[in-house]
């Protein structure tokens, strides 16, 4: 089993909809989670972090459920300028070094 | 406000040449790291370091090395440039510990690399 699994996608939604990822990891003492955004051709940038209660920013709202091993991103009222991929990274136990990012999911929103 | 800075952006390289990929940071952070990113792969470690004078190896490390005699700087040296190094690199760095800030990595804006 892969370490950080993401569908590949790509989600292709209208504006204004409602898109939801979904990432499942494998190892079960990973401590810390993050959403990451790259455009195309740019950098990863840090879009927010995952906490165990659940978390909201704006149209952006993650959810961690360590049970079941995934975390999830939620996008309302979606905007052309969302379109991007969204990495689901994954911190384990101790170090950076144990940084592992999945291979990110592509959503398109369409006018 | 310059963050981590990558250079060159571009460059073609001919196979068995060498050439350095520099990365500096002015954010006084302990960790600095390079990633490889290739379609379908995602971003994979090559090496990282937690300070001056440390690093270790990620994932992919042969065929490249890397120093860290400042804490500023953290340069990727390819020895012997192979088709297969093809690759879009980006540096990154970040703090150490547990600060709130701890968890943020920066990434630089990537060096695209074609080795013919």
């Known amino acids: 089993r892969k370490e950080v699994e993401q569908d590949p996608g790509p989600f292709n939604v209208p504006e204004g909809a409602t898109v939801a990822f979904n990432c499942t990891y494998s190892?079960?003492?990973?401590?810390?989670f993050f959403w990451y955004r790259q455009d195309c051709r740019k950098e990863p940038k840090l879009l927010m972090s995952?906490?165990?209660s659940g978390n909201e920013d704006g149209r952006f709202t993650a959810q961690l459920n360590r049970a079941s091993q995934y975390i999830s991103l939620l996008i309302r009222d979606s905007k052309l300028s969302d379109s991007a991929t969204y990495l689901c990274?994954?911190?384990?136990?101790?170090?950076?070094?144990?940084?592992?990012f999945g291979k990110g999911t592509m959503l398109l929103v369409s006018p | 406000n310059a963050g981590v800075t990558q250079t060159p952006k571009f460059q073609v390289l001919k196979t068995g040449q060498s050439m350095t990929l520099q990365c500096a940071q002015d954010?006084?952070?302990?960790?600095m790291s390079w990633y490889r990113q290739d379609p379908g792969m995602g971003l994979r470690l090559i090496h990282y370091?937690?300070?001056?004078?440390?690093?270790d190896q990620g994932e992919v490390p042969n065929g490249y090395n890397v120093s860290r005699s400042t804490t500023e700087d953290f340069p990727l040296r390819l020895l012997s440039a192979a088709p297969s190094q093809t690759s879009v690199y980006f540096c990154?760095?970040?703090?150490?510990?547990?600060?709130?800030?701890?968890?943020?990595?920066?990434f630089g804006e990537g060096s695209w690399l074609t080795v013919v």
């Open positions: 995952v906490y165990s």
């Open positions: 990274v994954v911190k384990g136990e101790s170090g950076y070094s144990t940084l592992t």
């Open positions: 370091s937690v300070g001056a004078g440390i690093t």
């Open positions: 190892n079960s003492a990973s401590q810390s």
């Open positions: 990154a760095s970040s703090y150490l510990g547990n600060r709130d800030s701890g968890n943020t990595i920066y």
């Open positions: 954010m006084n952070h302990e960790y």
